[in-house]
């Protein structure tokens, strides 16, 4: 406290003392003495910059506030100011009494920084494949940071699956998929250090964030890096006086592409005619079509007691439940200041989303989904000695999710699925409205009258670091030992609270949708609609057993690091052991309710000579409580070499054009102990018997039989290779990264596929069988120029390609070569190949069996084998899957005076799904509930029997006459890439002559909008969407207008 009572007395006399001075601006003092502030381009305050006297030994240094002051020792003085990291300048005092001076930061490529594994390492000397995203470039409104980092990494593969309030995170994988499906491949991701999830962290609390993708960069982490590693490291302190700043921001919200269903006219016509290529009936007459649109307002209705909306309902079902806009705000203050022996930073945010669904005032609750967070950081840099560093860390964040009980991909499907006719919104009555006591099909009732749930979730992160200077002898300089324990503890409680609701249906006759309107009875007296109810119910809230999940980690980390030079030799290393041991606190049984445990070693030496060749070796040693003692522990080696050609002497004539290349070469082994998610699979467990197989014959059992796992398992191991390119052109202003990478997995870990039956076996043992390979290469390139003194420009691209394939899987012998899944890639989609339509009885006479009854519009599969039959041996490798193989983003910044502007596109290639369920079977439900998308009535018709170019074939209805158009097949397979412009920016600093009024250092407005379109040949729905029919919620637009200010 003290501490700070004195820092704030000696900023008052200084600034007092700089305030009598400035009094005396342009006048020579009489006493030859200058004094002023020294700041950085950013306006930064700058401690202990050294200022001297030119031809003296008089100097000084700034203090706390930037400031120095200097008596001089003659006249027509010339100070010479230098600071670490900023190039030195000459500054003629000129009769002043007050020289306020801003230094410009100096990094060359030489004495940049950049993040590795378990520490930092220059720049110049790394051989390892990272990258690394500014600060700067990861603001965007939305909750989960994971989807900020789409289309701006080489080498990173993001696709958002969903944008559902809280749960809008995408997937991630680097360098595309590595191992076989139901095996994880997602990255490590470490904040601070510790492995933690990113995905809540406030983006405004980020300092930077890198991406290790080879072996040499990962091997340290041993088996936790087979999949990359990301890392997270969130502001430290600064010295400084105190700086506060502040971001607010308003967002609105809306579908990046709805979903365009059906009317209830194109509806009934459809449908029609699906009943007559059925059964030659249709469902929906003409009196009933045009009773419809004379209650809707589309024909004059002269009778509307009959003809009314509540008798021929025809219902958007998407317009009643979702609003057209949402909304989202975020808001961030921080503090970031300090004396070189005690710095901080710390900051507190708030981030509100509220969803699209409708939110219904007449029912006693809110039906919105809504998603609020609040974050807090707080890091605090201490330095006891000169040679000890202590960093504190804490942080977590509060939230809360509000939602409807029914999920929102129910939700979705029940707004596309039930037909615009089947019946009203509400009865007149104001009760649910219904064709049988199941309420599930109201989408109404499942939105405002199912009830609702509310999640609360709350995560704390702490972490110490000691790291002391070993350097107290000659021979142990550039030696340091550093010491981190970490806890975290994280906490979520779902509470439901399920309604039950009364529904009813119009008295009288059955109309063609179960509706009760022909003949509809009435009260004689009141003239009321009489109701025939389908379930009684009292409508109350009943709270439904809390669900909880807690769990708590420690992670304990010691190591010894070593950076030295030698004249012309620069030596590193570092030694590395830590443990985590996590405790599942919801466990439900004694096992899982058991500590989990990691334990590792890691290792690394690196050495370069006159920054022109690098050598570097890694190490990682790790243990896993999955295998039996002797195969516990792995060993992941990873070397790397490097040359710098341009610092040769050999390249100076090149220099001005070529000003930095670069060559890299890394080779080396990473590991994975990731399987079945269960514990300890080298042990048996004992299951009840429900029978075996003797022979071909299967025969009950009774009793216990041993289960076992995989008692020789053992660690899947990838080798990964890269080989790479550094390159800048034109004085740096031009720049190429660009790699080409290997990894080959083996003993991946899966169940035997070729034990037969009658060998006997409960169930198929596991084994490390699986051998996956991918190879591909990266490219990013980043151009800066200033085209004037108040013109910028910088244009950025990055694109990632990577081929996937199979090696082994233990596939049993296949009867033809297309059925060989050895060489297909990991996301291969398998099916039927589609030769179109069948135009003719002739053509289906003369062509394979294939199923069910054809007619002229169905669809025609190819008879891979030629036994006549179209069957399952007739199937192949039809698609890739929906993780793109080709995935690139690219942008540009332009800063003219105090206006910028910022754009970024991201975009795949490669992908494609295949379409299921009611997307491409509308009428399948036999009780005609299923609505169908808009563009229906892109079909085959009677009318036209040879058109091959549509969407649909041959319309059904039911599930038994919709058997062979709906298979699997390349007729329904889309391709879903994509380009989008994922973000656009537009700010503009306020001046500083307004800023300086109003007691800021700097403050801007801006806007931003983000997904603001997107091309695509798919036109159903969003097509990053995880979704086969289009029942995920959609992802969003959004626009932004926002304020940032410091003081």
Known sequence: MNLFKMEKHLAGSLWLLAAMLTLSLGVYAQNGSVTGRISDEKGELLIGV???????????????????????????????????????????????NVVDIILVENISSFDEVVVVGYGNQRKVSVVGAQSTLEAKDMKMPVANLSSVISGRIAGVVAVQRSGEPGHDGSDIWIRGLSTLLGQSSSPLVLVDGVERSFSNIDPEDIESFTVLKDASATAVYGVRGANGVVIVKTKPGKVGKPQFSVDYYESFTRLTKKVEMADAYTYMDARNEAQMNSNGTIKYSNAYIEATKKANGLLPNDNMRLYNPYLYPAIDWADELFNDWGHNRRGNISVRGGVPNANYYASVSGYSETGMTRNFRLENYNTQMKYDRYNFTSNLNLKPTSKTTIDLGFSGYLAQGHYPQTSTSTLYAAGMDVNPVIYPLLLPNGTVSGINSQQKFNPYGLLARGGYYEEFSNQLNSNIRV?????????????????????????????????????????????????????????EETGDYLYTPLREADGRLVLQSPEQWSNRTVYTEASLNYDRSYGNHRVGGLLLYNQKVYWDLNASDVIEAMPYKQRGFAGRATYSWK?????????????SENFTPDKRYGVFPAFGIGWAVSNESFWEPIRPYVSFLKFRYT??????????????????????????????????ASGYGEEKYGVNVTWSKSRKQDLGIDLKLLNDKLSFVTDLFKERRDNIFLQRSTIPYYAGWIESPYANLGIVENKGFEVSMDYTQQISKKVFLTLRGNLTYNKDKI????????????METRGT?????????????????????????????????????RDLNGDGVIDNYDKTVIGQGDVPKVYYGFGADLQIGDFSISALFQGTAKADRCLLGSSINPFVDDEGRDNTFANITDRWSPDDPTNQNVFYPRLYVGSSMNTNNFQQSTWWQKDVSFLRLKQLNIAYNIPKTITDKLFLKNASIYMM????????????????????NGTMYPNVSSYSIGVKFSF
């Open 50 to 96: 050294s200022v001297q006297e030119k031809g003296t030994q008089n100097g000084t240094v700034t203090d706390i506030n930037g400031t120095y002051n200097l008596k001089l020792q003659g006249e027509n003085s010339i100070l010479i100011v230098s600071y670490i990291g900023f190039k030195p300048q000459e500054v003629k005092v000129n009769k002043q």
């Open 467 to 523: 790291t002391q200077d070993l350097d107290f002898w000659s021979w142990s300089k550039g030696l340091s030992a550093s010491v981190m324990v970490a806890f975290d503890t994280y906490n979520s409680r779902r509470m439901r609270y399920n309604r039950n609701e009364s529904m009813y249906a119009f008295a009288g006759k059955k109309g063609p949708d179960g509706l009760y309107i022909e003949d509809t009875l009435f009260d």
């Open 611 to 623: 920054d022109r060749y690098f050598a570097e070796f890694n190490l990682g040693i790790n243990g």
């Open 667 to 700: 080779d080396g082994w990473v590991g994975s102990d990731t399987a079945t998610g269960r514990r300890f699979m080298y042990q048996g467990v004992f299951t009840n018997l429900t029978g075996t197989y003797f022979g071909t014959n299967y025969n009950g």
């Open 807 to 818: 090696i082994e899987n233990d596939q049993p012998p296949v009867d033809y070569p297309w």
């Open 825 to 861: 890639n990991v996301n291969a989609r398998w099916g039927f190949i589609a030769d179109g339509l069948f135009t003719s009885q002739d053509e289906i006479d003369n062509h394979a069996t294939q199923f069910g009854t054809l007619h002229i519009g169905d669809v025609k599969y």
């Open 1009 to 1028: 909008g983000t997904n603001l379109f997107t091309l695509s040949k798919f036109k159903l729905w969003d097509p990053e969407l995880n979704t086969n």
